[in-house]
């Protein structure tokens, strides 16, 4: 019976067996999942962020667990483009999921590169552009909050990024997410990606410090994830939907049920982070968990449910 | 050689409490089955390996147990699950069980003292690389502080069944008696240098205890005691390894010890961690090679929990 759904997804031109990632950062480079669960088998995995050189990271603690939640300021550690290249895109080009680079830098020249780099590897269907880390000192989130260098960034890497679908991943904590994900989609955006996390503090009151070594982190978890249904669903009316450019909602999914509500809101596809840590091969559940509820709704194209959310009832009295 | 253990497939299994017994005020020992592919997957796990446990549907005990300084701790919400090393791993049939020290210091380890008999919790694991054993040891130091203890217990186990020609010794350290986490009353043991803890003492090892106040043995740190214990020893050198387990001050200090005697050291680390399998980049240590000052970081996770010491910058 669940044959009869189609989950399948057309995302900025590429067809998607489902419309299940797993997020940038919270699931390496593929191959630490395999134990887990079949990484083909979901709709497109996403590695964590590369920059031209090989960073260390930041001091540790890196992480604090918060209600519902966690704090990251991982620092965008990472191989590098070279040894992104050399050594992990070979087992990359096996996965039949399509597979996203998430591409970062310090300045426009340094995304320009790794982009100009991944745009000739038959293995990557796309590029998702971090504009948003909150965890970096220079570049990252400033691009992510000044509409004019989301603009500047994202043309440039458009210009190299070939036929690459190239996809922009915005910052949750600016003051109109909708001017940011309109400037991102002029300047060439494929598909937008939300929410990267929220910039955050815990204090060890004992000692009054902050518990990271790099005193904020970016909130993740099912804490964040009303905000970023409500995110999803306003970029979504106010950008998107007449444009017909995918979104990727992200932010708390762990269910399911949490990822309906982001397709509900308007999101194409939906990213799984935070909740790999606990259960890493959770990915695999929300997608069968998805078919299950498109039978028993009489949904026969997942289609249908994107952006259904009924429209307001009491508007405007 | 003793293998650097690289685990065999590691998985979500469910697990069953066998026991849960609290051993001194704060410690306990939980005792765990598994059977199936979990009883195989930890059957040959090696001294140092971790398990991530998920113990956020796990109940809080009543509100009047709960010690003062953890009432605040207690309010929140577990997300993550928590890392664990073991105590002791034996199997029986198609059965394999599991053994944790723990002690509690915050919400995981308060809900995981209500965990009873025939309940079940979700244990990922086996992960990490545990204690290996280089050619040539004629001698073998397992060098605990307070929790520390754990992971060598069972590496004594594996050491006096696998290698009979290795002389294992064990010293155990903490902050007063009160805080050895060991099950019987010191006061029933000799308060002198050379008595054996049960623990150790089972698998023929002899062990020394430390206790920074001097309620116990040897007064002053573990470290100390070590380092007048090697003081005296002839046998101090390449053909000598140390193991160790506990405070990062702790392990700091056993490996300048052995860095300065000359002799092999091997420590478990501790990091903050939210996956345990190398996703998250979480838990960083910071490392060096020999002859270089460029520092990197390996993931405690993953390339750890044990080390190295002469490799961990502290
Ligand atoms: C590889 C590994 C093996 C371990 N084995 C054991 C074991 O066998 N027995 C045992 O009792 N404990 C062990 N631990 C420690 C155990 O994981 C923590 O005590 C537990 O996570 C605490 O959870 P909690 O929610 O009770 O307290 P939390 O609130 O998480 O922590 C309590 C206190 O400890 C601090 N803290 C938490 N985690 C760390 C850390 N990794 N490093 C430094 N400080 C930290 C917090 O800041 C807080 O002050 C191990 C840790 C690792 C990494
Ligand atoms: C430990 C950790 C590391 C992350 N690293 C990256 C990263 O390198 N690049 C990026 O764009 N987003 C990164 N993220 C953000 C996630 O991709 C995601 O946007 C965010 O965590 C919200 O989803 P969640 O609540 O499901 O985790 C990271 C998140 C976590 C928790
Ligand atoms: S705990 Fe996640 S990488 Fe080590």
Not at chain 1, 106 to 124: F, S
Not at chain 2, 145 to 160: D, R, V
């Amino acid at each position: 019976m669940s044959e009869e759904v189609d989950i399948s997804v057309e995302f900025a031109g590429i067809r998607l067996a489902n419309p299940v990632f797993t997020a940038s950062g919270t699931s390496g480079y593929a191959d630490e999942l395999s134990d887990f669960m079949d990484v083909s088998s979901l709709g497109g995995f996403i590695t964590k962020s590369i920059t031209v050189n090989p960073r260390k990271g930041n001091a540790t603690p890196r992480i604090v667990e918060t209600d519902s939640g966690m704090l990251n300021a991982i620092g965008w550690a990472n191989i590098g483009l070279d040894a992104f290249i050399e050594e992990k895109l070979a087992a990359l080009e096996k996965l039949s999921c399509a597979v996203f680079v998430n591409i970062a830098g310090e300045t426009i020249n340094e995304y320009v590169a790794v982009a100009e780099r991944l745009a000739g590897e038959r293995a990557i269907a796309g590029l998702e552009l971090n504009i948003s880390c909150p965890n970096v000192e220079v570049g990252g989130i400033s691009f992510g909050t000044d509409p004019e260098q989301v603009a500047e960034v994202t043309s440039a890497v458009k210009k190299v990024a070939g036929d690459k679908v190239l996809m922009v991943k915005l910052a949750p904590a600016v003051t109109n997410v909708s001017v940011i994900a309109q400037v991102a989609v002029d300047s060439g955006a494929d598909a937008l990606s939300l929410i990267n996390t929220f910039t955050a503090m815990v204090i060890d009151i004992e000692t009054r410090k902050p518990i990271l070594a790099n005193r904020t982190g970016g909130l993740s978890g099912p804490a964040i994830k009303p905000i970023a249904v409500y995110l999803v669903n306003k970029v979504y009316n106010e950008v998107t939907k007449s444009l017909g450019i995918p979104i990727l909602g992200m932010g708390g999914i762990r269910t399911a049920s949490d990822a309906i509500e982001f397709i509900i809101a308007g999101a194409s596809a939906v990213a799984v982070g935070t909740a790999s840590f606990i259960d890493p091969g959770c990915s695999v559940k929300i997608i069968d968990g998805i078919k299950e509820y498109c039978v028993s709704n009489n949904i026969s194209n997942i289609k249908e449910l994107v952006g259904s959310l009924e429209a307001e009832q009491n508007a405007a009295n | 050689m003793l293998e650097k253990s690289s685990a065999v497939k590691r998985g979500v299994f469910s697990a069953t409490v066998c026991s849960n017994k609290q051993i001194r005020e704060r410690f306990y020992r939980l005792v765990l089955e598994f059977s199936g592919a979990g009883a195989e997957a930890f059957a040959k796990i090696g001294a140092g390996q971790f398990a991530q446990l998920d113990l956020s549907d796990t109940a809080l005990p009543p509100v009047e147990t709960i010690p003062d300084d953890l009432a605040d701790v207690a309010e929140r919400k577990i997300l993550l699950r928590r890392p664990f090393s073991f105590a002791d791993v034996t199997t029986k049939g198609n059965k394999t069980s599991v053994d944790i020290l723990y002690c509690v210091v915050g919400p995981a380890t308060l809900r995981m003292t209500t965990l009873s008999a025939r309940e079940s919790v979700s244990v990922l694991g086996p992960l990490g690389n545990g204690f290996w054993v280089p050619d040539g040891k004629k001698t073998a130091l397992l060098v605990s502080g307070g929790m520390g203890t754990g992971p060598l217990q069972h590496l004594a186990k594996i050491l006096t069944a696998d290698f009979p020609d290795i002389n294992v010794i064990a010293f155990a350290g903490a902050r007063s008696a009160e805080a050895l986490p060991f099950e019987r009353q010191l006061d029933e043991i000799s308060q002198q240098l050379g008595f054996s803890l049960p623990e150790f003492a089972k698998y023929g090892v002899e062990s020394l205890v430390a206790t920074d106040d001097g309620s116990a043995g040897f007064a002053g740190p573990v470290t100390d005691c070590i380092s007048e214990w090697l003081g005296s020893s002839k046998s101090a050198g390449k053909s000598m390894v140390i193991y160790s387990c506990g405070p990062e001050a702790m392990l700091a200090r056993v490996a300048e010890i052995a860095r300065e005697k000359n002799i092999d050291c091997q420590v478990s680390m501790e990091r903050r961690m939210a996956c345990g399998i190398s996703l998250c980049q979480s838990c960083a240590v910071e490392c060096k090679t020999a002859g270089s000052n460029d520092t990197f970081y390996k993931l405690c996770c993953e390339d750890g929990p044990v080390f190295d010491s002469a490799e961990v910058v502290f």
